[in-house]
């Protein structure tokens, strides 16, 4: 049973760089057809997909947030990891980690949530 667990900050200042990592347990983030995905819902708003990267390292974006979103693995830990430049209070979110099968197209299994605040 894989298990994706959030880490980071929880408060971000404007302007600066959110980073969060998701540490993978119970299944390696390099095993073929899984991709691993970075959502965020915002408050009052629904889901909105920040990006992926895949087994092979390759990595997409979502187009509303591409020019200032980084995704990142240290495959020696398990881990992936998002950044996003320029924050503003827009960003306040909970952030998600989950995994996609490629064959379903679909994220089945995913971390609990990290609460990131932007403010100063």
């Known amino acids: 049973q894989v298990q994706l667990q959030e880490s980071g900050p929880g408060l971000v200042s404007p302007s600066q760089t959110l980073s969060l990592t998701c540490t993978v347990s119970?299944?390696?983030?390099?095993?073929?057809?899984?991709?691993w995905g970075w959502i965020r819902q915002p408050p009052g708003k629904g889901l909105e997909w920040i990006g992926h990267?895949?087994?092979?390292?390759?990595?997409l974006y979502g187009p509303s947030l591409k020019s200032r979103t980084s995704i990142s693995r240290d495959t020696s830990k398990n881990q992936f990891t998002l950044q996003l430049t320029s924050v503003s209070p827009e960003d306040t979110a909970v952030y998600y980690c989950?995994?996609?099968?490629?064959?379903?197209?679909?994220?089945?299994?995913w971390g609990q949530g990290t609460q990131v605040t932007v403010s100063s």
């Open positions: 989950a995994r996609m099968n490629a064959g379903t197209g679909t994220y089945r299994d």
């Open positions: 119970g299944g390696s983030i390099t095993t073929k057809t899984y991709y």
């Open positions: 990267i895949g087994y092979s390292g390759s990595v």
